[in-house]
T-cell receptor, first 112, second 116 residues
Framework: EDKVVQSPLSLVVHEGDTVTLNCSYEVTNFRSLLWYKQEKKAPTFLFMLTSSGIEKKSGRLSSILDKKELFSILNITATQTGDSAVYLC????????????FGAGTRLFVKA | GAVVSQHPSRVICKSGTSVKIECRSLDFQATTMFWYRQFPKQSLMLMATSNEGSKATYEQGVEKDKFLINHASLTLSTLTVTSAHPEDSSFYICSPHYRAGTETQYFGPGTRLLVL
């Protein structure tokens, strides 16, 4: 069975801290790994990763994929209260018409 | 990014009634539509996949007669929750796939359904 596992499930940090969110996966037909940020509504896209070892960066957020070890990390540096959200990791499959499987998410709370 | 709308954004209904949720892709043609459901503090669970003009494919455990999906055009898909019950209360999100080879997945803003 295809699965995506995120850790930790929840995290509380102080403003300015750096956090690392983990995502591991076991799927039969990997196509891509995606990270999303979800606040009150639908998820918003952060990154898509398809190749190992190439870091993607957007401001204080960065992510990297290891296809050999089947995991990805999402880093957030100098966290701000506005980073408080649920971060979802998803794996796009190469079959089933671009089907995507989501992890349970990491709930991040950044204290002022 | 792609523009996707859902209507209504929030609905409260009595048990036994049917609720229709519309999902529109406003600036592209969605050949495939994914419908997800998200219960509180849980992740998104894929309910069904539909291709324009053909019947939807439902995930295991999702009743096709209860969750009717229509994808009659490239810009509109509807999900009808028939005879809704309190356990159907959830956040329903559509996600159109709009171009072969495009990896990024966009979501509609979601519809929060509360069945009393």
């Amino acid at each position: 069975e295809d699965k995506v596992v995120q850790s930790p499930l929840s995290l509380v940090v102080h403003e300015g801290d750096t956090v690392t969110l983990n995502c591991s996966y076991e799927v039969t037909n990997f196509r891509s790994l995606l990270w999303y940020k979800q606040e009150k509504k639908a998820p918003t896209f952060l990154f898509m990763l398809t190749s190992s070892g190439i870091e993607k960066k957007s401001g204080r957020l960065s992510s990297i994929l290891d296809k050999k070890e089947l995991f990805s990390i999402l880093n957030i540096t100098a966290t701000q209260t506005g980073d408080s959200a649920v971060y979802l990791c998803a794996v796009g499959l190469g079959t089933g018409g671009f089907k995507t499987i989501f992890g349970a998410g990491t709930r991040l709370f950044v204290k002022a | 990014g792609a523009v996707v709308s859902q209507h209504p954004s929030r609905v409260i209904c009595k048990s036994g009634t049917s609720v229709k949720i519309e999902c529109r892709s406003l600036d592209f043609q969605a050949t495939t539509m994914f419908w997800y459901r998200q219960f509180p503090k849980q992740s998104l669970m894929l309910m069904a996949t539909s291709n324009e003009g053909s019947k939807a494919t439902y995930e295991q455990g999702v009743e096709k007669d209860k969750f009717l999906i229509n994808h009659a055009s490239l810009t509109l898909s509807t999900l009808t929750v028939t005879s809704a019950h309190p356990e159907d209360s959830s956040f329903y999100i559509c996600s159109p796939h709009y171009r072969a080879g495009t990896e990024t997945q966009y979501f509609g803003p979601g519809t929060r359904l509360l069945v009393l």
